[in-house]
């Protein structure tokens, strides 16, 4: 397997509080992607990474923001957190190709807001 | 909207069919991959069949691109019980929006021991 750890892995957290999710990767790839996964809506684009500090947005960032401070680490901040980023977020992974290439998944974090 | 959609969004078959499961998509690509999504699990990928190619095989996969329709089919041969699992298509967005990665709403396949 990858070597792509998300952490953690299950959270329960207030509406309004800020959250941070966190994606560390051993593979030393250069694109890191954040999307999250709702039933009936498939993986949805939140962020992405092609480099260190370099970051753009997804299909779904409004209420997200992500930074990516060294190769390894690719974090994910709901700035305010609603009962609407109820959900499951992935982080994957892939080489110097992007999306041209294989991407490579974590387990997941199950995030619900109450 | 999402750049690939799958059909059928559910398949239920019984165990030795023959699975297929199509994607369509809307703007030029670059390539198109598979994944297969475990209950409760990551996805996995499964193939990757680029623009200039039209079928690609791995296995008991086979992978069609028709890039004049927009559109992609992942045939399962002789499936197996263990192959229950949800399959999820995945694009590029060719262009200035290549790094993105875009993936489909999926096809759940249940197969029937």
């Known amino acids: 397997d990858a070597g792509i750890t998300q952490s953690p892995r299950h959270k329960v957290t207030e509406t309004g509080t800020p959250v941070t999710l966190r994606c560390h990767q051993t593979e030393n790839h250069r694109y890191m992607y954040w999307y999250r996964q709702d039933p009936g809506h498939g993986l949805r684009l939140i962020h992405y990474?092609?480099?260190?500090?370099?970051?753009d947005k997804g299909e779904v960032s409004d209420g997200y923001s992500v930074s990516r401070s060294k190769t390894e680490d690719f974090l994910l901040t709901l700035e305010s957190a609603t009962s609407s980023q109820t959900s499951v977020y992935f982080c994957?992974?892939?080489?110097?190709?992007?999306?041209?290439?294989?991407?490579?998944f974590g387990q997941g974090t199950r995030l619900t807001v109450v | 909207s999402q750049q690939g959609e799958e059909d059928p969004q559910a398949l239920s078959i019984q165990e030795g069919e023959n699975a297929t499961m199509n994607c369509s998509y809307k703007?030029?690509?670059?390539?198109l991959q598979w994944y297969r999504q475990n209950s409760g699990r990551g996805l996995v990928h499964l193939i990757l069949i680029r623009s200039n190619e039209r079928e690609k095989h791995s296995g008991r996969l086979r992978v069609t691109l028709d890039t004049s329709k927009k559109s992609s089919s992942l045939l399962i041969t002789a499936s197996r019980a263990a192959d229950t699992a949800s399959y999820f298509c995945?694009?590029?967005?060719?262009?200035?929006?290549?790094?993105?990665?875009?993936f489909g709403s999926g096809t759940r396949l249940l197969v029937r021991p």
């Open positions: 994957a992974i892939s080489g110097n190709e992007g999306p041209n290439t294989e991407a490579f």
């Open positions: 990474s092609y480099g260190v500090k370099d970051t």
């Open positions: 703007t030029s690509i670059n390539n």
């Open positions: 995945a694009t590029d967005k060719g262009g200035d929006s290549s790094y993105k990665l875009i």
